[in-house]
């Protein structure tokens, strides 16, 4: 009794992979001397059809077929059993051997505490180090996130690194990848206080991240075999012996048929998952590890005390293994429930392909008949038929059809435990019986392929063999089921069972489903419906996934849905952008198709102002292959077009400046990225022109000036070097040499303003000639002399500062008005493409710009009483060499001719002619 306290509530224990890793281990020590292929496809008549003939043409060479391989074949159908095409699945066990090599010593080592590690000592470094990481995961708000960000630059490390032709070992590292984080966030998540809201998180992040591992080794295993499939000769597989045993059958079928080897495949993943999550039984073997089975049972009978324990309800007579159902009579209750559980421990094992591991639990626990029964499965075969010289150990049952009817009738026998009768009928292919004890997604997806391999399977040996009896049958639903993939996944939607159903609608189980079915096509659409639900439902992780599957279909060649594909990359991208994974952009957008991609990283770099980090940004686009020349211009393009309003005329008030606003800062300041490579100066000269203008038709004129500033000065010289390198000596293209011209006569717009605003400044800033009171006394009257004195030294010198400024100010308009070679704003080469919005923009400017030169000008001559140089002004004007009088508007005519009279009206009072000559007698 003090050993059933002990284990009355123990249960199947669920450990992490941390703790599975000692038992991993040590089976792949085991498993190292086996071979094996990998892969799938979705059914047997559609292989050709769904393999692009550019798979025919990877450069990728596979591994031949090769009968040697196949080991042992039995394994095939068994619970421990690979295809013969299964490389490095994860959780593969070796072969099964006979009963008699069963070695409970490596048993119990293999779950021992010591090789498990449950005992750590504090001052290990790996301790001291978990412990760092939880108190830094602590800290943040979304540990679970912030413990996995390192994902999506590993994931394109990994791309990056690999070549095409290495495809499969790319999804490999995906999967390690995504193992090392879900171990991470075991660890974070066992170290921290149940309930919490930020941790409740990191386990979603925790089963997204799981969920996404195996669906990477499920899509290893099973497009590995999908091109081999495509490489090989379908005549290239030998027809089986007329003698030929089963297991001999059974080869020649998964050699030929890839829906039996890829239904296969479909279980041996979903048992590496069982495995992954297999509890640690070391405790659990003590607790069984009797030499008698049923002792509590043995105890009472040979105590004959059935009276003295008070019970009235009678136990078996006797333990041989079938006395509780031949007599219909119960085990003590201790006894009952052990074998209950015990049972279950079985199913697990069983479930996550472990047999072996199943049948020295059997023996360790004294049901070494048990393990026995778990035996016979075995495909029989004898070497000794085809093969000649010295004899050779039989392999298999003999009997197997007869013991695999037996099976089926335990699994219909309502006398045994449901989970006894699901063991027999996962060896018997009972779904039927297999079903009720399958609670999850992954569980009945594996009942269900499981049962259709075993079936498939017995269908080619019945059709090989005609020597079954009628007491060796198993029902006619078992040999009439069609099975297909499609067939599956329609049962799983028709379960009655909620949590089934419920899975079913899971991102990784429907990607499951379509990767199983071969279905590219099926796969994007959900991807489409996914995105049409709110592109921010999908998490970054998932979007990760989805992104890198996409490019895993288009490095196989695969067609995907071109607009499903881009519209995927696209809401990756924008993920992160919004999480400013900068380093991460280009790669990704160099997949999009070249117009949207330039769009799109345009787009991004729009919001990038740190110019280290723009620097970066254009580093990236050209490791990635883009057009960063295209890609830069789209960016100032679209900046200067944001809030550009339309060209409007403005006033003529000598203002100082316009302000400049946060829109105007950012026109200014996006010419940046044109300066970085001097191969762009001369789109640089295109793009600080188009801004200039709007600048100059608002009049924010300091804003002009700064976009000027952006240019390098040596940016003319640059283009004719450039022009002159690629060994041309025709002149410069029509559109480089007119955006050199317009940035001139820029200049020369600028400086005349400038200077203008400085003799304003001057103008309007004269000395203050000094006053002197009445009746100043001698004192004042001496200061009032020094203080005279030196006005009129300072006059002089203002009036002399004055003189210069207005001869350079006049200088400087004129060489506006009278701009060389067509005037200001014209094109001297009108073979360039056209541009209409350019051409109606430098009309505009010069009808803006040019009367308000000239109306400056007036107010300079006529401040400084040069009133004969205005009339002269006028002759400018007319003249038609310039025909400045074109861009004139009537009321600035009217204006011009008033400000003329008064400069007139000025002469005459000086006692000249109106137009400045002196009157003749």
Request: proline share 4%.
């Amino acid at each position: 009794m003090e050993r059933r306290a002990h284990g009355a509530d123990m249960s199947p224990v669920i450990r992490d992979a941390e703790i599975s890793r000692t038992a991993r281990r040590h089976n792949s020590h085991q498993r190292s001397s086996h071979d094996s292929w990998s892969g799938s496809n979705p059914v047997r008549t559609s292989m050709a059809s769904r393999t692009p003939a550019s798979l025919l043409r990877q450069n990728m060479t596979p591994q031949p077929w090769n009968t040697a391989r196949l080991s042992d074949v039995s394994a095939i159908v068994g619970s421990a059993g690979r295809s013969p095409r299964l490389v490095q699945t994860p959780g593969r066990l070796l072969d099964n051997s006979v009963l008699s090599n069963l070695d409970d010593s490596a048993y119990t080592a293999s779950f021992s505490p010591q090789r498990t590690g449950v005992f750590t000592t504090f001052d290990s470094p790996s301790f001291c180090e978990d412990m760092t990481l939880s108190a830094v995961m602590m800290r943040e708000e979304d540990p679970g996130e912030a413990a996995t960000m390192s994902l999506y630059q590993e994931f394109l490390k990994s791309f990056q690194k690999l070549p095409s032709s290495a495809v499969f070992d790319l999804v490999e590292e995906y999967e390690n990848m995504c193992s090392e984080q879900v171990n991470l966030l075991k660890k974070i998540a066992n170290r921290v206080t149940p309930g919490q809201q930020k941790f409740s998180k990191t386990a979603g992040v925790l089963w997204l991240l799981r969920q996404e591992m195996v669906t990477w080794r499920l899509i290893a295993s099973l497009y590995r075999d999908r091109i081999q499939s495509a490489l090989e000769d379908e005549n290239m597989f030998e027809i089986v012996a007329p003698n030929a045993s089963e297991k001999m059958i059974v080869g020649k079928l998964f050699e030929r048929d890839s829906l039996v080897r890829q239904s296969q495949l479909v279980v041996d993943w979903l048992e590496s998952i069982a495995k992954d999550d297999v509890g640690d039984f070391s405790e659990n073997i003590e607790f069984y590890a009797k030499a008698v089975y049923w002792e509590n049972t043995l105890h009472t009978l040979k105590q004959k005390s059935f009276l003295v324990l008070g019970s009235k309800r009678p136990l078996v007579t006797e333990l041989d293994p079938d006395a509780p159902i031949r007599q219909k009579l119960p085990l003590d209750d201790l006894d009952r429930e052990d074998d209950i559980r015990l049972l279950k421990y079985l199913f697990t094992l069983i479930r996550a392909g472990m047999t072996e591991e199943a049948q020295r639990l059997c023996k360790r626990c004294g049901q070494a008949w048990r393990a026995a029964t778990l035996e016979g499965w075995k495909l029989y075969h004898d070497p000794n038929i085809t093969k000649g010289g010295e004899l050779q150990q039989v392999e298999g049952n003999p009997y197997r059809c007869v013991w695999k009817a037996c099976c089926w009738r335990m699994a219909d026998d309502e006398l045994f435990n449901r989970y006894e009768r699901a063991i027999y009928a996962t060896l018997s292919g009972n779904l039927k019986q297999l079903l009720p004890v399958c609670e999850t997604w992954e569980d009945t997806v594996w009942a269900h392929f499981r049962v259709m391999v075993d079936s498939l399977v017995e269908q080619e040996i019945r059709a090989s063999f005609i020597s079954s009896t009628e007491e060796d049958e198993l029902p006619r639903e078992y040999w009439e089921a069609n099975w297909t993939l499609e067939r599956v996944f329609e049962e799983l939607q028709a379960t009655d069972k909620k949590r089934v159903l419920e899975e079913n609608k899971e991102h990784y189980h429907i990607v499951q489903k379509y990767i199983i079915l071969g279905d590219v096509d099926g796969l994007m659409d959900e991807f489409s419906e996914w995105l049409s639900r709110g592109k921010n439902l999908l998490l970054g992780h998932l979007l990760r996934f989805m992104t890198h599957l996409i490019l895993f279909f288009r490095t196989l060649g695969l067609q995907t849905k071109e607009e499903v594909s881009v519209e995927v990359l696209k809401t990756y991208i924008q993920k992160l952008v919004n999480e400013k994974q900068i380093g991460l952009i280009a790669f990704y957008v160099s997949h999009l198709p070249q117009d949207l991609g330039i769009c799109e990283y345009a787009a991004f770099l729009e919001n990038v102002t740190e110019p280290e980090q723009r620097h970066q940004c254009l580093e990236l686009a050209k490791e990635a292959g883009l057009d960063v020349a295209t890609i830069t211009k789209k960016v100032v393009e679209n900046t200067r077009r944001k809030n550009g309003g339309e060209f409007a005329h403005h006033d003529f008030t000598p203002a100082l400046d316009s302000g400049t606003n946060e829109d105007d800062r950012a026109k200014i300041d996006v010419i940046d990225w044109l300066v970085f490579d001097p191969a762009q100066r001369a789109e640089a000269l295109k793009q600080s022109n188009a801004i200039m203008r709007t600048f100059l038709a608002s009049k924010k004129h300091e804003a002009a000036k700064e976009v000027f500033g952006k240019i390098p000065q040596d940016s003319i010289a640059e283009i004719y070097s450039q022009w002159e390198e690629q060994g041309m000596d025709s002149a410069l293209p029509a559109e480089d040499d007119n955006a050199i011209r317009e940035h001139l006569c820029i200049r020369a717009y600028l400086e005349a303003h400038e200077a203008f605003n400085e003799w304003f400044r001057h103008m309007n800033s004269p000395p203050q000639k000094p006053g002197l009171v009445e009746h100043a006394s001698f004192t004042e009257k001496v200061a009032y002399e020094h203080k005279e004195k030196k006005y009129e030294m300072e006059y002089s010198t203002w009036k002399n500062q004055l003189d210069v400024l207005t001869a350079d100010v006049k200088e400087k308009i004129y060489n506006v008005l009278l701009f060389v070679d067509g005037g200001w704003m014209v094109d001297v080469r009108d073979d360039a493409e056209e541009d209409p919005e350019r051409k109606h923009q430098m009309e505009l400017l010069r009808s803006l710009c040019l009367p308000m030169m000239c109306f400056l000008l007036l107010t300079v001559l006529h401040n400084t009483e040069q009133y004969q140089d205005c009339l002269r002004l006028a002759e400018v004007i007319s003249s038609e060499n310039q025909k400045l009088y074109k861009v004139f508007s009537k009321p600035e005519l009217k204006k011009l001719l008033q400000k003329l009279r008064e400069s007139s009206l000025m002469l005459l009072d000086s006692q000249l002619d109106p137009l400045g000559y002196e009157n003749q007698p």
